[in-house]
């Protein structure tokens, strides 16, 4: 299989390869995906309180290269992005940005997915800290 | 020029296919040329020089597998080999019985050739494998009715390379009066494989995984005790004694039957080659790389390949890491169809291991620095993937992956 330049560089040089403590107030997790469908996706954001900009993101990704580029594309684009802007984020932007063949939609499907379950979990997060306090 | 030769990547897909030995295209082309008869045309000197050419490959292909000449059928290659046996003999023999015994690890020219039987009124025995690829002879035996006719099994699995037991099943078959065909398209050249010995009726073998050229194979039938007919599949002029008519293929039954007999010269030290270098790629990487596995028969399986798991990274991503390396994975990215190896889940593998599967597969040309470029090209790549895969960190962390609660899709 023929891959796009994109997901080449991304495969090459993937941005923000890494973990942020999971068990930080501002930090989001989503894990999306399972090991026998061949992808998991897990993706973090650090949120700053005070904006609401995503400050810092990582991912880890266990799946094709094409996964491993939409994942990696996907922290790209959310870092510097309110939530509510990384939320307009579509799957098909994924798509075209990576020049995606139809057989790996799903891997930009499963990135706009970890995008969402890590803003819902640290909607979560906050949601039970304001009742706390 | 070399340039180019250098940037290609070190080819490690030999049960793919195989390169033609130089031997094998020399001694092929004088028959495009000069020598272009047809060997059917018995008049003039050309048609008898063709023929001439033709009797000496199937003599070469005859004495590899300890046939007589006689006994051999020139195809297309072993697709059509494996079609011809299993339609042939169902055809042939459909009044004596409708049963077929098969197994589920089979190509899948002997797959859908029994699923095409299947429509036709037979009834077909997929005998299930253990978790090394191994069929239970007792179940063959239990397998086997009073309206079989036919048992096919593949001498080794293209995928694992696990070797089924041939000499006993020729043994159980012979006993009860059922016609043993033998897909031996990747034993061929790596085992010894003998017609009488094993007790074998059909055989199926191709040119391009032993040095010879694409689109010609042989099915050896067995003329005497007992001798086994069929109906051809293809009609036409009668040639091959009426099992397979079409003008024959010259330059590539040329091909064949020099590729047969350069096996039959130096397949012992081909086999010790390359079960040197196997061992040295799969030591050498199992002693650098935890969670690796070996799939199939590891006591028992062709010598010169190995078919690893790497654990918590995916099979195409690590494809696309080991730049310099041509071999392939079992990982459904790589297939059309988004499933897995159905040759690793037949032995149970777990979808995710199969997923994660690379098969390795040497050869004749495979040089021990090509071994050592790869060994390290795999360690980096697997290194590299799992720096990067949340499935190894949530292992690192003492997670037991079965207990956590995935969002499949
Ligand atoms: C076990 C087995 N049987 C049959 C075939 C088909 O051979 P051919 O390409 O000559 O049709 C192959 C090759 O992929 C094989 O590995």
């Known amino acids: 299989m023929a891959y796009s330049e994109k997901v080449l560089d991304h495969y090459n040089n993937p941005r923000n390869v890494g973990s942020l403590d999971k068990k930080e107030a501002d930090v ?35 799946g094709c290269g094409s996964a491993i580029a939409s994942s990696s594309l996907a922290t790209e684009w959310v870092k510097g992005k309110t939530i509510d802007e990384a939320l307009k984020i579509k799957n098909s932007d ?9 057989v790996k939609i799903h891997c930009s499907v499963l990135a706009e997915d970890a995008i969402r379950a890590a803003i819902e979990d640290y909607k979560k997060k906050q949601g039970t800290k304001d009742q706390e306090q | 020029m070399k340039q180019n030769i250098r940037k290609r990547p070190i080819y490690m897909d030999y049960n793919a296919t195989t390169p033609c030995d130089p031997k094998v295209v020399e001694a092929m082309l004088p028959f495009f040329t000069e020598k272009f008869g047809n060997p059917a045309s018995r008049s003039h000197a050309y048609g008898w020089e063709a023929e001439e050419a033709v009797s ?55 797959l859908d050739s029994c699923k095409r039987l299947e429509t036709w009124g037979y009834e077909v025995t997929f005998l299930p494998v253990d978790a090394r690829g191994r069929i239970d002879l007792d179940e063959l035996k239990k397998a086997i009715r009073d309206d079989t006719i036919l048992v096919t099994l593949m001498a080794a699995n293209n995928e694992t390379g696990t070797l089924h037991p041939i000499e006993k099943i020729g043994e159980i078959t012979r006993e009860h009066g059922v016609l043993f065909h033998c897909d031996a398209t990747q034993a061929i050249g790596k085992v010894d494989i003998d017609v009488d010995r094993a007790k074998i009726d059909l055989l199926s073998l191709s040119g391009h995984k032993i040095y010879g050229p694409k689109g010609v194979g042989a099915l050896y039938v067995r003329r005497r005790n007992p001798r086994v007919r069929l109906v051809a599949q293809i009609d036409g002029g009668g040639h091959e004694r009426g099992m397979r008519s079409g003008t024959l293929a010259v330059t590539q039954i040329v091909g064949l039957g020099k590729a047969c007999s350069l096996l039959q010269e130096g397949m012992k030290q081909e086999v010790e080659h390359c079960r040197t270098l196997r061992d040295r790629l799969e030591t050498s990487i199992m002693d650098q790389l935890d969670y690796v596995y070996i799939n199939g028969d590891p006591d028992n399986r062709l010598p010169s390949m190995t078919n690893l798991s790497f654990a918590y990274v995916e099979g195409e991503s690590l494809i696309m890491g080991m730049k310099d390396l041509a071999v392939s994975s079992g990982s459904a990215c790589t297939s059309a169809s988004l499933e897995p190896s159905y040759v690793l889940k037949a032995a149970g593998v777990e979808d995710e291991l199969a997923h994660s599967s690379i098969r390795f597969s040497l050869g004749r040309f495979t040089k021990e620095e090509e071994i050592d470029v790869a060994v390290e090209q795999v360690v980096s790549a697997v290194r590299r993937l799992r720096e990067m895969s949340p499935l190894y960190e949530l292992v690192q962390e003492g997670v037991d992956l079965k207990t956590v609660q995935w969002e499949a899709h």
Do not use: W
């Open chain 1, 94 to 102: 994924i798509v075209e940005e990576l020049s995606l063949p139809p």
């Open chain 2, 56 to 110: 000496m490959a199937r003599r070469q292909v005859a004495d590899l597998i300890g046939a007589g000449p006689k006994e051999i059928v020139f195809t297309s290659g072993a697709t059509e080999s494996d079609n011809l046996a299993i339609k042939g003999v169902a055809q042939m023999y459909g009044e004596k019985g409708k049963h077929v015994i098969s197994c589920v690890t089979e190509h899948k020219a002997v």
């Open chain 1, 28 to 62: 989001g997790t989503g894990i999306v995906g399972a090991p026998e469908c061949g992808d998991v996706m897990k993706l973090q954001i650090q949120v700053d309180k005070e904006t609401g900009q995503i400050v810092e993101a990582k991912f880890k990704t266990y």
